[in-house]
């Protein structure tokens, strides 16, 4: 996994910055209730969805809160005493706080399914009766747009996806989450071009593919012979998922 202390600079400007950010911002906002009061942003990053939450809801208290410091820091900028240090695993609020949770981009990045429970379950408790608990599901998918990239990627290997939508749901209505919509965003900016995954695969950003391993060297000179280098290929598309609380 990426260290995300070192990563939360530059965080922003590599994963497709305000486009992105306004497009999920906008995906999210229309799965949670106008009557939303007090919301809550698990896995907030850089604050820069989570400022665009509090924007579009002025009457709505927006909280974030994360588990790097890079990253909470950043956040704490764009939202002022309203960011907490916190693991999604264990949030420091008490049961019933929140109109409404959202989780947008973490559930991929835990390495184990009792992780991913553990986080879809903290949701549920400090969520009020009745409340809506927002997540993204299916990232790594969404980046397979049919290029010739993903062509020359496709028999590397993979983890199972922990932020499967049906793992998800199973998750979900194990704490009384029930589904209640569904939404779909472009990740403006984000289309790859070959010569930014060969780097992307060096880097360490694909899971199972270390930096230096003769497998990754290989998938990256088979990205270094494609054509259009510095082209982006189509951006991905995330997917959104809505759960109600029972009561």
Do not use: N
Request: charged share 25%; aromatic share 6%.
């Amino acid at each position: 996994m990426l260290d995300y202390d070192k990563e939360a600079d530059a965080y922003d400007v590599t994963r497709g910055g305000e486009p992105r950010a306004a497009a999920a911002a906008d995906a999210v906002l229309g799965l949670i209730p106008a009557q939303t009061r007090r919301l809550l942003d698990v896995g907030c990053g850089t604050g820069i969805v989570t400022r665009r939450l509090a924007a579009a809801r002025p009457a709505t208290r927006v909280w974030g809160a994360d588990l790097t410091y890079g990253m909470a820091r950043m956040a704490a900028v764009r939202l002022p005493g309203a960011v907490v240090l916190a693991d999604g695993r264990a949030l420091p609020f008490p049961d019933g706080g929140f109109d409404a949770v959202t989780s947008v981009w973490l559930l991929h990045l835990l390495d184990r399914p009792e992780d991913v429970r553990a986080v879809v379950a903290e949701c549920a408790r400090v969520l009020r009766p009745g409340g809506v608990y927002v997540t993204t599901v299916d990232k790594a998918a969404a980046h397979d747009v049919g290029s010739d990239i993903d062509a020359v990627l496709a028999p590397r290997p993979r983890r199972p996806a922990p932020d499967a939508a049906p793992l998800v749901e199973s998750y979900a209505a194990a704490r009384l989450l029930h589904p209640a919509g569904q939404a779909r965003f472009p990740g403006r900016g984000q289309g790859r071009s070959p010569r930014r995954t060969a780097a992307d695969l060096r880097r360490g950003w694909f899971t199972l593919l270390p930096p230096g391993d003769p497998l990754t060297e290989r998938f990256a000179a088979r990205l270094e012979v494609l054509p259009d280098q510095e082209l982006p290929r189509p951006d991905p598309v995330f997917r959104v998922r809505a759960f109600r609380k029972a009561g």
